[in-house]
Every structure is written in structure tokens, then in C-alpha cells.
């Protein structure tokens, strides 16, 4: 299984991903710029990605704890996500997301 990720800086990386790991583990362990401070606890937002159109219907939906964490992040949108909270499945062979821009912070030491 892989999927696609788009860094911040446009390049777009295929990457290999084991069935029942969270995306953001797959992002992080392929030494992809995510910080995912909290370690996948939903209490960071630093996990932020944005999820392909063609794929977003295909994740369950987000729980209420995913929804108030992305209403205290930077630069949410519609088909913003937590990678945290992605869970890989064979369906989602191919998901393709792009990290989003990050905190002030983040953004300043980029
Ligand atoms: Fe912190 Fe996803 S890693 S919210």
C-alpha cells in the first residue's frame, strides 16, 4: 500500500504504508517535515494535512475530539484533516494529502 504526500514546499513523495498505522506515524517515520507534537493524541494540531477531494469521502468521519482540535489550528479548510486520526486501511491504498502550512512558528523556522 502507499500513499502520496505533498510537503510544503510542493514536492509530492510516494510513500509506503502499512495497514492499521495512522497516517501522520507513516508521514513522520519517512522523515517527512510533521511535527505532530502530541504524538497522535488529537491535542496538538501540528499533525494538519489536507485531504485529496477524490479521497476525503472515503475517510469515516472526523469524532467531535478531531473537530474542536482543527477549530484551534492555522489554516483549516474544508477537507482539512488530522493525520493522527487516520487510520490506514487497504481502502485507503493510494490516499493522497498535502501538509499543511503549519503554526506562525513553524512557518517562521521553515
Ligand atoms: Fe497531535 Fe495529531 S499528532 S493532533
Known sequence: MQIHVTDRHGKRHTLEALEGFRVMEIIRDWDL???????GACACGTCHVYVAPEWAEKLRGPLDEETEQLDMTFDVEANSRLSCQIIMT???DGL??????GTEKERAAA
Open 33 to 39: 517535515d510533521i511535527k505532530a507534537e502530541c504524538g
Open 90 to 92: 487497504a481502502e485507503l
Open 96 to 101: 493522497e494529502v498535502t501538509l499543511a502550512p
